[in-house]
């Protein structure tokens, strides 16, 4: 019976999974999505209920997202031609990825990075070159320029600050990747707010194959919402636009969007708070006995230590909620949790403190 089925569907089904996020999505302190600990506030949630509610809930919402993008194009300073709107960033990687590859492309991939990208290669058929980090987890700049070159790759993903890493490229390495060769080179800048680097974002008139990715989830605290933007010259906008699902940004996204760019304070002064937390819980780290954190620069660390499966069941059995990537390439016995309020960072430390 399996096999009969099995036949019908799109083989490349056989070499991926389900989506899944080990230990679910509810905690007393959840730290294990990358999330910000900080909602929207109430007041701005209700004026942007209060816009919502004037909308007509029974027509579609414009085939693409025009209000969104014209408010995140004026945010950013750029032309809207250059900007495209999605249901979470998510979203826009299979769009872009399906505007790019299929089978006989050839993707480069660094290792580890943000699952997605090889699991939506893999289901387009595509060959898969990956490029592992350093030993550290820093990127391995050289291997890249080398590889992308050797193999004539059609197409680069690089997540810059990486998940699951902490570890960004600077933007002279961004530039010498897209500048130096063919491919297509998409920068997913999902941390770029938390960085000490500065966006690539500059360069996409300069570099015809660039393309930048951008998330409302993260440093925006609207990961609810499902916000995503996509950012390349307008010609290369139009052609990888061209699979995009239509109708996929509701109307509240775009309202709250806006509403949440006309006080951008707010996430200014989150920001703030949260590296202000990431500097104080890497120092605390660094005085913990059998804990290795890693540098990061985005809004959530790594630390190495003995068994990280067990640390993790012993955490979650506290109700602190941090995810296991022991599973990924050089990262084992690793954990990954992002920065809370400063009372879960206090607690996650003092139960680190009792290894
Ligand atoms: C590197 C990276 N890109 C993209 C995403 C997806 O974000 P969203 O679909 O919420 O915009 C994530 C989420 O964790 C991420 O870590």
Known sequence: MKRDIQHLLNPALQNIATYKVEGGQHAEIKLNQNESPFDVPMWLKEEIIGEFVKESWNRYPDILP????????????????????????????????????????KVLIPDPSFSLYEKIARLLQSQIVTVPMLANLDFDTEAILRVARDEAVDFIVISTPN??????????????????????????????????????????????????????????????????????????????????????????????????LANYSLV?????????????LY??????????PFLSDTNFLIIRVGDADALFQSLRSEGILVRNVSGYHLMENCLRFNVGLVDENQRLIDKLRLL
């Open 163 to 260: 998940n699951p890493t902490g570890k960004s490229l600077t933007f002279e390495e961004v530039r010498l990747i897209a500048q130096s060769s063919d491919a297509i080179v998409l920068v997913d800048e999902a941390y770029i707010e938390f960085s000490r680097q500065r966006s690539i974002l500059e360069l996409i008139d300069e570099l015809p194959n660039l393309v930048v990715l951008r998330t409302m989830s993260k440093a925006l605290a609207l990961a609810g919402i499902r916000i995503g933007f996509a950012i390349a010259s307008p010609v290369l906008m139009a052609e990888i636009a061209k699979p995009k699902i239509p109708f996929a940004s509701s109307r509240l996204a775009e309202i709250t969007l806006a509403k949440v």
């Open 268 to 280: 200014t002064d989150s920001v703030s708070y949260i590296l202000h937390e990431r500097d104080k």
């Open 283 to 292: 120092e605390a780290l660094l005085s913990l006995d059998g804990v290795e």
């Open 66 to 105: 025009y209000r969104g993008m014209q408010a995140y194009a004026d945010f950013l300073g750029i032309s809207p031609d250059s900007v495209m709107m999605s249901n979470g960033s998510n979203e826009m990687l299979y769009t872009i990825f399906l505007a790019c590859l299929g089978p006989g492309r």
